[in-house]
Every structure is written in structure tokens, then in C-alpha cells.
């Protein structure tokens, strides 16, 4: 059975940072594409960043961009997102996501398992 397990949510300060990590079982993480997504209160679900399994350079939201940055472990079969210069509009239950496509997908019907997600705070 898969299993996606997101940690290190919390609450902090504007232009604070955080370091989310969630810990996958039950499949071969080194051949998953990888996706964090968030959802705040009241909106859709929407991609924040991605990295695949073949290497290259991940994919960020543009309102992400330089701010975030997305990275595996696959010994440890472990995703990470370090979030630097939080912002109040970060605020939302941020999700980890494995899709089978080989290349960066952004939209969330193309991620096939889904963890249960950490919440992130940001105060002004």
C-alpha cells in the first residue's frame, strides 16, 4: 500500500522559513515524478513545485518561484520543500504528490497518490 507522509508544518512569522519533508513507502520513489500542491480555505488546489525522477531542473509556481525549493532523497526515499521569505498568502495544507509520468506534470489529476497534508501557517 502506498503512503505519503507529510511533516514539518507549523506556524511562523512572515519571512520566516519552514522545511517540509514527506516520507513515501509502498513504492519505487525513485521512479516517481514528484509534486508538492497546496489548497488554502475556499480555493482549489494548486501546484506549488516538482522534480522528476530523471533529473533536470524542477518546476516551480511563479508565486513560488526563488522563495521555494524542491528536493529528494531517494535513498531515503524522502521529498523536501524548503520555503524561505514565507508570506502570509503561503498559508494553506500543503500536500506531496508521486505521479508515474516521466516528465513535470503541474496539474493534480496527473499525481496517482496523494499523502494526507501538513498545514502551514504564516502570520503578518
Known amino acids: 500500500q502506498v503512503q505519503l507522509v507529510e511533516s514539518g508544518g507549523g506556524v511562523v512569522q512572515a519571512g520566516g522559513s519552514l522545511r517540509l519533508s514527506c516520507t513515501a513507502s509502498?513504492?519505487?520513489?525513485?521512479?516517481?515524478?514528484m509534486g508538492w500542491f497546496r489548497q488554502a480555505p475556499g480555493k482549489e488546489r494548486e501546484f506549488v513545485a516538482a522534480i522528476s525522477f530523471i533529473g533536470g531542473a524542477p518546476t516551480y509556481a511563479d508565486s513560488v518561484k526563488g522563495r521555494f525549493t524542491v528536493s529528494r532523497e531517494n535513498a531515503n526515499d524522502i521529498l523536501y520543500l524548503k520555503m524561505n521569505s514565507l508570506k502570509p498568502e503561503d498559508t494553506a495544507l500543503y500536500y506531496c504528490?508521486?505521479?508515474?509520468?516521466?516528465?513535470?506534470?503541474?496539474?493534480?489529476?496527473?499525481?496517482?497518490?496523494w499523502g494526507q497534508g501538513t498545514q502551514v501557517t504564516v502570520s503578518a
Open positions: 504528490a508521486a505521479s508515474t509520468y516521466t516528465w513535470i506534470r503541474t496539474s493534480a489529476h496527473e499525481y496517482h497518490y
Open positions: 509502498g513504492l519505487t520513489f525513485s521512479r516517481y515524478t
